[in-house]
């Protein structure tokens, strides 16, 4: 497991941008990481996911609005979401996994998880 510290939540206007932050506290790189975000009430989903070589998947209720990205020398990973409604309204989480493979908005092959930062979009 590694340690995963989120940052960049806070409060936004119907229509505004925030950038999610996530820093990785290991030598080592994780293979796959990922953004899921759990409204009040409702279970985690996945949001963004990327592995190691860059490729991405997105959920549909995100797709067009939302980016991750990684800088690998800064071991930092992005979500720029942009156009955020609040539906967007959540904690988020990152997460990471050693094990590499197709990106994936699935929980199961997670194993390190940040302590969540809070979006809050309102109208």
């Known amino acids: 497991q590694v340690e995963l510290v989120e940052s960049g939540g806070g409060s936004v206007e119907s229509g505004g941008s925030l950038t999610l932050s996530c820093t990785v506290s290991?030598?080592?790189?994780?293979?796959?990481m990922a953004w899921f975000r759990q409204a009040p009430g409702a279970k985690r989903e996945g949001v963004a996911g990327?592995?190691?070589?860059?490729?991405?998947r997105y959920s549909d209720s995100v797709q067009g609005r939302f980016t991750i990205s990684q800088d690998h020398a800064k071991k930092t990973l992005y979500l720029q979401m942009n156009s955020l409604t609040p539906d967007d309204t959540a904690i988020y989480y990152c997460?990471?996994?050693?094990?590499?493979?197709?990106?994936?908005?699935?929980?199961?092959?997670?194993?390190?998880w940040g302590q969540g930062t809070q979006v809050t979009v309102f109208s």
């Open positions: 997460a990471a996994t050693p094990v590499f493979a197709s990106p994936t908005l699935s929980q199961n092959p997670f194993n390190s």
């Open positions: 990327i592995n190691r070589e860059g490729s991405t």
């Open positions: 290991s030598f080592l790189r994780p293979a796959r």
